[in-house]
């Protein structure tokens, strides 16, 4: 190459060990020349295969032919690779590929990771990635949705989504779509299917039944015990001055209030169910309509005597016994009733436990008995509860050894007071998640506590005097209607003017021929210890 320089003429030699820089595309302008040259040499060949340059044939063959030879040549190149076309007419790609790195050792750069010829190759070893990862990021615009969520597309990318799991009760449908499981259904741990949602019932060996079952069997055996011993014992004073055949009744609800406990725990039926209404409200039943008329029949007598001298009407066992059962005849009608208008069914509550986390949900295996109809199954009873502890309110000024007036008091206080504090627990626990557990359990024990209080109240004592105090277990001497009424007319008396005797003192007098303001009467004391009314 001649240059002219200051105006003389120098020769410079283009070579490795020259200076000069060739621009990057001069190599593509000589490898079009050079492929339109190889074009026309193979069109002058195959056209004028005898004749030296152009003939006729190369005039007339026109631009289209000479673009299907040129795109037909192959040959090495200038910067020494092969110069081809593929069908489209575009010369296949060569690229380098590189990388902007930083190190220690050098200045930040690119750096030759690979090239594209036809295929990529990469040299993986001699890629960097920011923190020191190894493995290469992806290069996508959305990754694959994992399992058991959706895709929502992009709104104007339609080959771009994110992905949104399926949730509550929800399970993946297809890839863009999740769709809610049945009623009894939830989803799988995948959320790729619904399975059954697993039902639940109070089991026996739960801490909300262990209490229950162990107060029932305790209270079981002291029923029995005592009235084992009341057959035993069944002639002896303390045995018929307690009236026995209320006694027994009595002693038969209670039995019952204890046996509810097992009803309540065991496992939903139709059986069960049916089992579980009727004896739901039968136990207090029977128990408050024997105490309710063993305390109205006080109430009587006592009323009454002080008018006339003669006997109130249906006192008798045999009355008692028919007041009794028209009480708990009510009752059993309403159950009857109850049967005739909605028969019982066990039922699974797939509400109660269907907490947000499909998880957690479980369906409830229970008797088709509302909160409202439990409460009015037992509001006949606790109507009996109630009048019953007006009349031991009423009765309580009677002398304490008359027919357990006073004890009977103290029971139905008691009873009156863990009823009052079932009502909160009950309703307070409506809509909690362990509403099966708390509910039975509050009822089961409210229900043993009433029982046992009644029996400890009313039968403890009687049955330590028959086992341990026989002696104390003897006849007294029998008194006329009127002597009783009037021996308690006169201690109700006298019990107001205690301030006026020494030291508080009061004594009741009462005399042989029932008339206390005879001069006999003032002379004796006796005791009404007893004495059966």
Known sequence: MATHVCGTLRQERIGTDSKYEQEGKVQFVIDAVYAIAHALHNMQRDLCPDVTGICPDMDLAGGKKLLKYIRSVTFNGSAGTSVTFNRNGDAP?????????????????????????????????????????TEIPSSVCSLPCRTGERKKTVKGMPCCWHCEPCDGYQYQYDETSCKLCSYSMRPDPNRTA???????????????????????????????????????????????????????????????CYVITFLMIAKPDV???????????????????????????????????????????????????????????????????????????????????????????????????????????????????????????????????????????????????????FIPIFFGTAQSAEKLYVQTTTLCISMNLSASVALGMLYMPKVYVIIFHPELNVQKRKRSFKAVVTAASLTTRLSHKTCDRPNGEAKTELCENNDPNSPAAKKKYVSYNNIVI
């Open 93 to 133: 790609g060569r690229y380098d590929l590189f990388q902007y790195q930083m190190n220690n050792n050098s200045s930040p750069g690119y750096k030759n990771i690979g090239q594209w010829t036809e295929t990529l190759q990469l040299n993986i070893e001699d890629m960097q990635w920011p923190n020191g990862q």
């Open 194 to 256: 619904c399975q059954p949602i697993p039902i639940v019932k109070l089991e026996w060996h739960s801490p909300w039944a262990v209490i229950p079952v162990f107060l029932a069997m305790l209270g079981i055996i002291a029923t029995i015990f005592v009235m084992a011993t009341f057959v035993r014992y069944n002639d002896t004073p303390i045995v018929r001055a307690s009236g026995r055949e209320l006694s027994y009744v009595l002693l038969t609800g209670i039995f019952l």
């Open 271 to 421: 059986a069960v169910c049916s089992f579980r209404r009727i004896f739901l409200g039968l136990g207090m039943c029977i128990s408050y309509a024997a105490l309710l008329t063993k305390t109205n029949r006080i109430y009587r007598i006592f009323k009454d005597g002080k008018k006339s001298v003669t006997a109130p009407r249906l006192i008798s066992p045999t009355s008692q016994l028919a007041i009794t059962s028209s009480l708990i005849s009510a009752q059993l009608l309403g159950v009857f009733v109850w049967f005739g208008v909605d028969p019982p069914n066990a039922v699974v509550d797939y509400d109660e436990q269907k907490t947000i986390n499909s998880e957690q949900a479980r369906g409830v295996l229970k008797c088709d008995i509302t909160d409202l109809q439990m409460i009015c199954s037992l509001g006949y009873s606790i109507l009996l509860m109630v009048t019953c502890t007006v009349y031991a309110i009423k009765t309580r000024g009677v002398p304490e050894n008359f027919n357990e007036a006073k004890p009977i008091g103290f029971t139905m206080y008691t009873t009156c007071i863990v009823w009052l504090a």
